[in-house]
């Protein structure tokens, strides 16, 4: 019943959205949701993780939207309203045909059990060498351009490229899920000149 229902919003919430032009997505996010921030940048920190409870290939996740999202040890409450909120997120997409194309990933410190729905496009990870995923958070977290302390959920675009943060545990999940909606029907990003030449060295 709950997942008709999220089915039903997203409906509702989406001809409004769609009106708007594809390039023009991450305007139009960040006017509807306060809690969004848009990035568009082509590099990312190195992430260096493995699955918690199974080998976690990264090829995977390649061509996929990455929803990630850190945990760290002492994080508490905010992490957890925060998960519980991906949660839904996750359900509304997994009603969809969304489905095949986003991986959740959620990394927590060693010792922490990141808290997820047991579904094959959530994956339960922790930092390949042992520590705190507060330093992997941290990384990230130096992506934004706001002063904030909540924690952050990085949307990374089929072409790996990060797309945006949703801040805290405030955002709408219907706002989450229909910005994923729009990257999924998005263009393949097309690389500048700078990407083109250093993406020779890779």
């Given at each position: 019943?709950?997942?008709?229902?999220?089915?039903?919003?997203?409906?509702?919430?989406?001809?409004?959205?769609?009106?708007?032009?594809?390039?023009?997505?991450?305007?139009?996010?960040?006017?509807?949701?306060?809690a969004f921030e848009p990035?568009?940048?082509?590099?990312?920190?190195?992430?260096?993780?493995?699955?918690?409870?199974?080998?976690?290939?990264?090829?995977?996740?390649?061509?996929?939207?990455?929803?990630?999202?850190?945990?760290?040890?002492?994080?508490?409450?905010?992490?957890?309203?925060?998960?519980?909120?991906?949660?839904?997120?996750?359900?509304?997409?997994?009603?969809?045909?969304?489905?095949?194309?986003?991986?959740?990933?959620?990394?927590?410190?060693?010792?922490?059990?990141?808290?997820?729905?047991?579904?094959?496009?959530?994956?339960?990870?922790?930092?390949?060498?042992?520590?705190?995923?507060?330093?992997?958070?941290?990384?990230?977290?130096?992506?934004?351009?706001?002063?904030?302390?909540?924690?952050?959920?990085?949307?990374?675009?089929?072409?790996?490229?990060?797309?945006?943060?949703?801040?805290?545990?405030?955002?709408?999940?219907?706002?989450?899920?229909?910005?994923?909606?729009?990257?999924?029907?998005?263009?393949?990003?097309?690389?500048?000149?700078?990407?083109?030449?250093?993406?020779?060295?890779?």
């Amino acid at each position: 019943m709950r997942s008709v229902l999220l089915v039903t919003l997203l409906s509702l919430a989406a001809p409004a959205f769609a009106n708007h032009p594809e390039e023009r997505l991450d305007e139009v996010m960040a006017e509807r949701e306060p809690a969004f921030e848009p990035t568009g940048l082509d590099r990312l920190p190195a992430l260096d993780i493995q699955a918690a409870d199974r080998e976690l290939d990264p090829d995977a996740l390649e061509g996929q939207i990455v929803v990630l999202s850190f945990v760290p040890e002492g994080c508490g409450e905010p992490c957890l309203n925060q998960q519980a909120l991906l949660a839904e997120v996750q359900e509304a997409i997994g009603v969809t045909p969304m489905r095949e194309m986003v991986s959740f990933v959620s990394v927590a410190s060693s010792g922490v059990s990141p808290e997820g729905p047991d579904a094959e496009n959530w994956v339960g990870a922790r930092p390949q060498e042992p520590g705190d995923a507060a330093a992997l958070a941290a990384l990230f977290s130096a992506l934004s351009d706001r002063d904030s302390s909540a924690p952050m959920v990085h949307v990374i675009d089929r072409d790996g490229r990060h797309a945006g943060i949703f801040h805290g545990a405030e955002f709408g999940h219907v706002d989450m899920t229909l910005y994923i909606n729009g990257l999924t029907n998005a263009h393949p990003h097309e690389p500048g000149m700078f990407d083109r030449i250093f993406g020779m060295f890779r």
